[in-house]
């Protein structure tokens, strides 16, 4: 009776195909091989081809070079254009001696040349080379694999923490914002929208390349992070600002950007993402003419990431509905960002966005505010206006 015992440590036989048209050739060479190995035979090269692109190739091909349709020299040839068949290393066993003959099996992909007639241990001891070199060859390849493998998955595990963790930080941020958590989404897709855009216009192509802009989706709902450190008297007041108070609503984009900085200061090493991250936090209220805050940069001075988040976060708010006004239509608010041109906006950018309009709405619609998220955001807005004015009181 057989255990589990009886497959333990069993060793894997290889297995040998033996490919040649002459039956006393085929004969001999499986009488050869059979005490060692399991071997399989092919009179003509079609056959060869079918086993060894069946489900249980060979480990080895011992290939006769002159025979009739398909000769040897043709069936190496496929077999190294095959994915499936290309590791599978192949003895010619011919006799054909000529260097020339050698040296075209060689180029081919075979890993040995042996002449007819055959010095019986000599082929067994290629044979037990190469297959040898194979199994420690399959070895490193399945290593290198599954180290891949896993390595792929840990990035995926790196990039899902770091995606949900910016987007924690950054619906916290919004928590205390009249904006709802799709204001995120929405922006990020606008953004990455304009840049595959623009990454068409040979001005930008050396810029906006694919890395970059999906470096700029995953930095992108960082761009209000600075919120956070607004007083809720400010942040939350109904009514317009007066002078002293904007002053201090305008300063959330340095502490967005001083934020970041202190957190890849405590990491120890420069992270791309974290970078276009900084520049859209502090300068995506910059405009074109260079009447925007907080350093009042004009034109291309101010960063292209800056440049494009400016385009996207208007277009939102104007589009969008508040707890405290109601949404402008699309076209109002095209006509908008149109009298917005080389005033608030880069032009280029602009031009990009009347090429992306429907795809504008496209994204507005995909993630647009429901009647629940607009009552969660009126409840937190009350909430923190109730916590507000309580402060308010006590520093009275």
Known sequence: METNLDFVDKPIIPTVLVVDDTPDNLSL????????????????????????????????????????????????QRLKQDGATREIPVIFLTAKAEVEDEKKGLELGAVDYITKPISPPIVLA????????????????????????????????????????????????????????????????????LAEKLKKNPKYSSVLNDYYIAMLFKSAPLHDIGKVGIPDRILLKPAKLDAAEYEIMKTHTTLGRDAIQAAENQLGMKVEFLNLAKEIAYGHHEKWDGTGYPCGLAGEAIPISARLMALADVYDALISRRIYKRPIPHDDAVKMICSGKEAHFDPDVVDAFLELCEEFQTIARRFGDTDADMAEKRRQFEIFSGLGAEANQKDA
């Open 126 to 193: 290629r044979v037990k080379n190469h297959l040898a070199l194979k199994a420690s060859a399959d070895f490193l390849r399945d290593k290198a694999e599954y180290l891949e493998g896993e390595v792929a998955s840990r990035t995926r595990e790196v990039r899902a923490i770091q995606d949900v963790t910016i987007l924690a930080m950054a619906s916290l941020a919004e928590t205390r914002d009249s904006d709802t958590g799709n204001h995120i989404r929405r922006t990020q897709f606008y953004v990455k929208a």
């Open 29 to 76: 060479m499986s009488s050869l091989l059979r005490d060692i190995y399991r071997v399989k035979i092919a009179n003509n090269g079609e056959k060869a081809l079918r086993i060894a692109q069946s489900d249980s190739p060979p480990d080895l091909i011992l290939l006769d070079i002159m025979m009739p349709g398909m000769d040897g020299y043709e069936v190496c």
